[in-house]
């Protein structure tokens, strides 16, 4: 079986300080992780995606096997990053599993 | 191009009546899947359909539940005798060939059961 686990309901931080999502993950194969983002009123959209290794909006995410997890970092955070975050792992089955998500506020 | 569509956007209905939700993928994407989206929940998987392959039914909750796709596009998910319990937002995605890619999603249906 595949798990999804983000620890975190709520983040809150001032704007310019760094932010960490976390993400744990729980599957025997080699997982493909994703993490999505839910900004207000609009619909649930693709962040990044650990096999492209990018960097989208200033937010980065490393997949480490030795500690399964794949949390989600911003050295500087932004008021535009408040939003609904989503981490998802898709393996064999081809069906994600997704985490209960984090809302992120970013104060002003 | 056109994005993942759902249809109706709200959709507010008495207990034990059915109510059918909409969803018009991406054209060209062979793969559909229907979520259930509650608060404080996470999204919960429901169906998954690639190309003509039977669907993955493993998520719906009950038999209540059903969903159909037709042609290999459009797809219509069914909930029968409706409870409050149902009340959620109901999310399509779809992908390109289903397995790993990237999840396009549509807006959602807000399911309200009174």
């Known amino acids: 079986a595949q798990r999804v686990t983000q620890p975190e309901k709520l983040l809150s931080v001032f704007k310019g300080a760094p932010v960490e999502l976390k993400c744990n993950y729980s599957?025997?194969?080699?997982?493909?992780l994703f993490w999505y983002v839910q900004y207000s009123r609009q619909r649930l959209q693709l962040l990044l995606r650990?096999?492209s290794r990018e960097s989208i909006k200033g937010f980065t995410a490393d997949l480490n096997k030795g500690e399964t997890s794949f949390h989600l970092k911003k050295p500087f955070a932004q008021e535009e990053d408040s939003a609904m975050y989503y981490c998802?792992?898709?393996?064999?089955?081809?069906?994600?599993?997704f985490g209960r998500g984090t809302s992120l506020i970013v104060h002003p | 191009g056109a994005g993942v569509s759902q249809s109706p956007s709200n959709k507010v209905t008495e207990k034990g009546k059915d109510v059918e939700l909409r969803c018009d993928p991406i054209?060209?994407?062979?793969?559909l899947y229907w979520y259930r989206q509650s608060l404080g929940q996470g999204l919960e998987f429901l169906i998954y359909?690639?190309?003509?392959?039977?669907?993955?039914k493993s998520g719906l909750p009950s038999d209540r539940f059903s969903a159909e796709r037709t042609g290999g596009s459009v797809s219509t998910l069914t909930i029968q005798r409706t409870q409050q319990e149902d009340s959620a937002v109901y999310l399509c995605a779809s992908t390109f060939r289903g397995g790993v890619d990237t999840q396009y999603f549509g807006p959602g249906t807000r399911l309200t059961v009174l």
């Open positions: 359909f690639q190309g003509n392959s039977a669907p993955d």
């Open positions: 650990h096999i």
């Open positions: 998802a792992l898709t393996g064999g089955s081809y069906i994600p599993t």
């Open positions: 599957y025997s194969g080699s997982p493909e």
């Open positions: 054209s060209g994407h062979t793969a």
